[in-house]
């Protein structure tokens, strides 16, 4: 019998089935509200300013392509750390890895995890990005939700929030998202940070905090402002940080695992194990863009015209979302949708069904995921008219 005689692929997650249909779909006028990338107005992913430049100084200067460490390149590590972290937490006491993307910074991540305490259970926001879950599922990882997003109100279940977490147990991990929750656009204050981290400590239980979109909430210190003052509170933390998004770097996978712990030595001992989770599994992490990050963020030049680049792209989105807030109020002759202007970064949750947002797809050529997520990075001035139409009609 061949090996793969009666072999099924699993199904593709939500997003990459709106992405698949979204590229099937003919219609002149369809408008891509779904997988999380940034777009100009003319729906181009661009390249960066900087990153151009770091890049043609990297092809101009570089005289090999030898090896790098397992775990990355260790000035990588302390660009992206001091970027996220900044004086939070004493550099002793981090331990960091170079991964493919953020993806493969959460895999690391929940890998060690495992293998610190295989019985670990991770808490995970409901709802959450469905990567995720399905990478605890693959790990067979035990994962439970919390809650935290009410869609009655398009704000945080505060009480439920911190009920949940009061009911986690020592040694079980609680998936943060650092700004920008992914999907709800919902995000913690500097309280509910603190809130956490009184919890985390009295229950015993350790904060992983997943950062995707540092720069696209408020800026870039004040997206990790809660982020740090978690970390500074609590013994031992995990975040797992992503370049895709605000450096442009999507194609070329740039990720970073961060692992506080409670002392210097533990955290020798889990750098030297992060290593070999690399060694397990691709040997040597990506190495080009990493490089270019650590380019812009050690040139002070390339920083500011980083920041400026990025903060550009956050005003973009920022325009789309209050102009679709309001065309969804003329529309819908209601406040309804006045939630919107209080989410962050590139999404917000609708409350759409999954037969609505079916509906709006196949007779309005508007694509968003199937439990209402938009990407408001995917509308330009001209589609927010349509768009609101096309939900204020369908959503009622
Ligand atoms: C998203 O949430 O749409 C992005 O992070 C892309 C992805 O890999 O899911």
Redo the contacts with the bound molecule.
């Keep these: 019998m061949p090996l793969f005689a009666s072999h099924q692929a699993p199904t593709p997650d939500k ?1 990459l089935r709106v992405m698949q249909a979204f590229r099937e779909d003919e219609r002149p006028d369809k408008i891509d509200l779904g ?3 940034y777009r100009t107005p003319d729906g181009k992913t661009p390249i960066l300013r900087a990153v151009k430049t770091a890049e043609q100084r990297l092809i101009d200067g570089q005289t090999t392509k030898g090896y790098v460490g397992l775990a990355g390149d260790p000035t990588f590590h302390t660009a992206v750390r001091d970027l996220v972290l900044g004086p939070a937490v004493p550099a002793e006491r981090i331990a960091a890895l170079a991964t493919p993307g953020g ?1 493969g910074a959460v895999r690391q991540a929940f890998e060690l995890v495992k293998l610190a305490r295989p019985a670990a259970r991770v808490w995970t926001s409901a709802p959450t ?1 469905p ?1 995720h879950e399905a990478i605890l599922d693959t790990l067979a990882m035990p994962w439970r939700p919390y809650r935290y997003y009410c869609p009655e109100t398009g704000g945080i279940d505060r009480a439920g929030l911190l009920e949940d977490l009061s009911r986690t147990e020592t040694g079980d991990v609680v998936l943060l998202h650092g700004c920008c929750h ?1 999907p709800t656009g919902a995000d913690l204050t500097l309280d509910d940070w603190d809130a956490i981290a009184t919890i985390l400590n009295a229950r015993g239980a350790v904060p992983m905090v997943d950062l ?1 979109y540092q720069g696209f909430g408020q800026g870039v210190e004040t997206d990790v402002a809660g982020l740090r003052r978690l970390v500074s509170a609590v013994p031992e933390a995990l975040i797992t940080v992503s370049a895709s998004k605000n450096f442009g770097l999507y194609r070329d996978r740039v990720g970073l695992v961060l692992t506080v712990c409670d002392t210097a030595r533990a955290a020798t001992a889990v750098q030297g194990t992060l290593a070999w989770l690399n060694r397990q599994s691709y040997a040597f992490p990506p190495d080009h863009g990493a490089r270019v990050v650590t380019e812009i963020l050690g040139d002070a030049s390339l920083r500011a015209d980083w920041e400026a680049e990025l903060d550009g792209m956050r005003e973009r989105v920022v325009a789309m979302r209050l102009a679709l807030s309001d065309a969804l109020r003329a529309e819908s002759g209601s406040d309804r949708f006045s939630f919107l202007q209080a989410h962050n970064g590139m999404f917000t949750l609708l409350p759409a069904t999954s037969d609505q947002v079916a509906t709006l797809r196949r007779d309005h050529a508007v694509y968003m995921i199937d439990d209402g997520r938009i ?1 408001l990075a995917g509308l330009t001035p001209d589609t927010v008219a349509p768009a609101a139409r096309a939900i204020a009609s369908v959503l009622g």
């Design positions: 997003i997988v999380g990338v993806t990005w990567n992914n995707a990407n």
